[in-house]
């Protein structure tokens, strides 16, 4: 066991994930890559660490489990602990789109059900297992201002799609675990935070690139390009290295002025 800092990043094998990951590697820091079902892209995302490492000392392992059961949930963490016998920082980021867009007069439970397990309850209850270890042991965070707690939510949290009802409502209501979760642990040397996303360029994404180059094009987004990976990751960086050490709860929009009222 070395003395860097130990970040586990859900959802890590691809797409925001894997942008994320690299950019830790890239600031010295170990990482933790989740994965549910993937092992090939995870193990990939390993390997770009690893060439993108800081220096030599780094480690990088991958860790499985599906963030919508409760015995997973905990062996991630138990995975985290075994192999790196510590947890600075938890970036909760693996999320999931519904398998299939409907209208929300159309909308079934199954996959109301499945997109708020994976988004929401995952997260949460990934999140209860994190604070818990923090706070039994205090003060030992080798980051900056301490342990930080992340969120990675999506402009979906506060704007309305109605063929992805359940995926705008996960991620509302993730923002809201970023809000009782920082009030929570304010006092008990964990940073909260929630970064919200724009229309990112991933996996996720892919089937509407035509639509969304064309909205892109016509102003929807003023800086008028396609998110990338590397800009959540550089915000999550700013965020552990201790950039931001008198904040907490705070949202940290990365949308390229998406969010900015305009007439």
Not at 18 to 33: E, H, N, T, W, Y
Not at 210 to 225: M, N, S, T, V
Request: proline share 4%; charged share 20%.
């Amino acid at each position: 066991m070395n003395g860097n800092p130990l970040v586990l990043v859900t959802g890590a094998s691809r797409g925001l994930g894997r942008g994320i990951a690299l950019s830790c590697a890239k600031s010295g820091f170990d990482v933790a890559i989740h994965f549910n079902g993937n092992q090939a892209a995870a193990e990939e995302a390993v390997a770009l660490c690893k060439k993108s490492a800081a220096n030599p000392a780094q480690e990088f392992a991958i860790v499985q489990g599906n963030l919508g059961s409760s015995a997973d949930r905990s062996r991630i963490l138990d995975q985290v602990l075994t192999r790196f016998k510590r947890l600075d920082a938890l970036v909760n980021n693996a999320g999931m789109a519904p398998r299939i867009r409907a209208d929300i007069t159309e909308l079934g439970e199954e996959s109301y059900d499945e997109v708020l397990g994976v988004n929401l309850k995952g997260p949460f209850f990934l999140s209860q297992l994190a604070a818990n270890y923090w706070l039994a042991n205090p003060g030992q965070s080798r980051l900056s201002a301490g342990y930080k707690l992340i969120f990675i939510t999506s402009i979906s949290a506060n704007t309305a799609s109605v063929s992805r009802a359940e995926y705008c409502i996960s991620k509302a209501g993730l923002s809201m675990t970023a809000q009782l979760w920082a009030t929570r642990l304010a006092n008990d040397g964990v940073q909260v935070f929630e970064i919200r996303p724009g229309i990112m360029e991933t996996d996720m994404t892919a089937g509407v690139k035509e639509k969304y180059d064309k909205l892109i094009a016509d102003g929807l987004i003023p800086q008028k390009r396609w998110g990338k990976p590397e800009d959540v990751g550089l915000a999550v960086d700013a965020v552990l290295k201790g950039h931001f050490p008198f904040s907490t709860g705070q949202i940290i929009s990365v949308d390229g002025g998406f969010h900015l009222p305009r007439l």
